[in-house]
């Protein structure tokens, strides 16, 4: 089967997906005071970070477009499973 | 020795279930010792038959229930033994009377094992995933330890949770092996016949051979599957022995015959015990194997819907009269169920409910009590020196004299009623310490609620106001929160009984508190209607007499008439002025301000200066409920207790002014001039000559079609839009030409009620009833009603009403009109029951999240759902239209 050209993390309308390094992901924890297991989490295989490279315990940083608030961050941690 | 070890472990837990028993037993002679713990853990298991045995309390050997004296038979289901149900009777383990022996356990023999129907699906698995042969489990040896270690490691990182679902994955690899790693004995198909079935190849697997087979699994292999041993033994998912619930469990009761009415629990334990007599004596006689196999079959029914009656494919055990029985898991299960009937929801002491009716002289945040209720419900008051004569009073007044009081608690917690014969003792008796429940008077804290309670403004706390009358009374402007009207809805309400209650229902759910909405900003809390067509017409150019408007301030509730110019004649907007604080500014659009200008119409932009209203008109855009600006900024500037006093003498003022003017809505008020009617008559005809025109295009096959849609559908586009255009057309008409000076006008043109449609509709032409986003095309063989000829495509015979509401309409109109109303009654109808649904799940899965200090939002583990609240941070009741106005802050400050 032929690979489709079409890549869903390149798309307009997905928010950016950035993976942040480990003395960021530091800084995060300690700006919120908790551990990897409080943050939201994201699937390995997700179609938005396939290019990322994540591996599970890393932290993805997700830039989006917010009707209140302009731009809004959110953080997600690579999980598998 | 693994043997002995486990033999030790349960006895061992045994010993500590015995005492936990035996405490209890204590426990209930002591009378009420309290003991305060935390629970660190709870651990599930099943109970082994062992466990069953030493636990009960007697062996259940007959069905019979009493005998000839109507006493309990000994080994029968009502055994004393078992618990009292009877009055006067004692019971045999504990030796205390009704209500104070909480019931013992007792147990059958089953004449042969029976599956248990709550656990098929795990025997299910531990068959398949386990030699058949040798009892272990499908992974050869040396990777066992190393799955073991795997699992405990996720178990340490990412919860139980975790484990389950890595142990569901390894158990669906396991069932496509189909040979042992071990003893290489080859696997046979299992599958499972339900509901309590197994079969091996086609095979029936009787109880019996499962149970060994599970007896066979080693107990580390268990552990694998999640089940840890001391806790849980294959095996014991096959019962040997059935425990029987106490009596005070199912308890029996006597019908006004006198004859005995058991609980659905016996008759279905009867049935039980029954067979299993019955299979014993067979089985002791030698009976043949097909016998004691049906009986066997008859048994494992009784004993699956002993514990569930709804099970797919069986028949569900019944009643002589048909109704199906109500067993173990009907009782815990739904809605009538022990959880949500029971635990999540309760009956309450100290409420009442009745119809509610409007009266607007009562405050906001009052609630009109009738008199009966307020003798019936009591707030306790606690006696101490200085309030001791003040009590006394109610005491002499005694239960039926409003204001009395019903009883006095001692100090030891017994409550005594007072009658006419005891109040002389009670007044005696009273000192100190004692607890009068004296009536509801003016000012006592209540809460009010009207279901569904979507809202947390949907129970609000009230002061109780005793009224005459028997309906509860609220303030209509507190409808709006409710969602209440007057047309027959019920209302709640209750009183708190202790102080810490009263407190929190003051500080955290008076009406003051909700007035803005935490949803868009706004108080929810306004004007309606009348109220609100009053303001306008007051505030319109109208003059009064001075006498007339102190009058008029008066009945508001406002004593200070130095706000009031002194002149013989003031105009409305001074009136309405009187009312306002005189440091209040205030600049905002009115209905009537065009906003497309930069500026609007001094006549109508509302500005308030210096507490005087000096241009523009109040309508929704200022009173109004979850419209209102002009109350927002009253609120920030004053705070919730002005606004709310001040927002009931707005209300006032509007209907005392109607009042004393008159304010009625007359069908001359729907009276258009001549020309305005030439006018619509022309406009319909033209539209209806152009869907004429579109027909003939549309026959000739000339309509231009619109891309991606068929001639049909282009042509269908094109009729509505001609149509729509017409009606919107007449719609501008009626407004244009319309007496602006009317009082249905005005109503519309304040908000208070009703729109220039509705106006449009009453005097012109009511226009297009749609089905589905169409005009109506069902009804008969290619026409809507027989009145019209097939495939007639015209806008009358597909639902155009052309007549208004005051002309009238044709029957055929009135027919096509009527359709519409019955889909969209069937719509609400079947919207409300899903839509609450809907909601039921989201409040669950939305019940814990809260807005930390560090403005996160988390769950109750603490796991983050937003960064920040909202996005943006903001608290919208705190804010205007969502953003924070710093600019009016600083120019405030």
Partial sequence: MKKPKFKVDKHILTPKHIKISEREKLQLLEKYNITSKELPKILKTDSAIKELEAKPGDVIKIIRKSPTAGVSLFYRMVSDV | MAEEDKQQKTEQELEVIKQAIEGKVERVEQEEQHIYKQVRSIAFSILSPKMVKKMASAKIVTPEL???????????????????????????????????????????ELARPIIHVKFVNIVMTLLKCTCRECGRILIPDNKISKIRENLDQIEKESGIEERRQKVKEIIAG?????????????????????????????????????????????????????LKVPHVRPE??????????????????????????????????GDIVRINQRLFENINAGAPEIIVEDLWDLLQYHVTTFFDNNIAQLPPARHRSGQPLKTLTERIKSKEGRIRHNLAGKRTNFSARTVISPDPMLELFEVGVPSIIATKLTVPERVNEWNIQYLKTFVEKGPDKYPGANYIIRPDGKKKKITDETKEASLEELQPGYIVERHLMDGDISIFNRQPSLHRMSMMCHRVKVLPGKTLRLNPAVCTPYNAD?????????VPQTEEARAEAEILMEVQTQLISLRYGLSIIGCTQDAISGNYVLTKNVSVKREDAIDLIGAVGVADFSKLPRKAIVTGREVFSALLPDDFNYSGHSRLCDRSKDKCDKEFHVVIDNGKLLSGVMDRNSIGEESGLMLRSIHQKYGKDFSIELLGRIFRLGIEFLLRTGFTSALSDTDLPEPAKQKILEDLDIARKDVGILIQQFKEAKLEVFPGKTMQETLELKILEVLNKARNETGRTVANFADKRTNTMIMAESGARGNLLNLAQMAACVGQQALRGKRIEKGYEQRTISHFKKNDLSSEAHGFISNGFKTGLTPSEFFFGSMTGRDSLMDTALRTPKSGYLYRRLANAMQDLKVEYDNTVRDASKKIIQFEYGEDGIDVSKSENGVINVKRIINSV
């Avoid at chain 2, 086609?202 to 019996?208: A, D, N, V």
């Avoid at chain 2, 014991?236 to 006198?258: A, F």
Wanted: contains cysteine; negative net charge; proline residues 7%.
């Fill in chain 2, 174 to 226: 396991l069932k496509t092996t189909n040979k042992c790693p071990l003893c290489k004995a080859k696997q046979k198909k299992i599958s499972l016949e339900k509901p309590t079935t197994f079969l091996e190849d086609e095979k029936r697997l009787s109880p019996i051979e499962i149970r060994a087979r599970l007896e066979k699994i080693p107990d580390s292999d268990c552990e694998i599957f999640g």
């Fill in chain 2, 236 to 269: 014991w998912m096959v019962l040997t022995v059935l425990p029987i619930p106490p009596v005070t469990m199912r308890p029996s009761i006597t019908l006004e015959s006198g004859e005995r009415s058991e609980d659905d629990l016996t008759h279905k334990l």
């Fill in chain 2, 66 to 108: 009493y005998d000839k004296e109507g006493y309990p038979v000994d080994g029968g289901l009502m055994d004393i033994r078992l618990g009292v149900i009877d009055p006067g009777l004692r019971c045999k383990t504990c030796g205390s009377k009704l209500k104070e022996c909480i019931g013992h356990f007792g147990y059958i």
């Fill in chain 2, 486 to 494: 007057f047309d027959g809805d019920e209302m709640n309400f209750h």
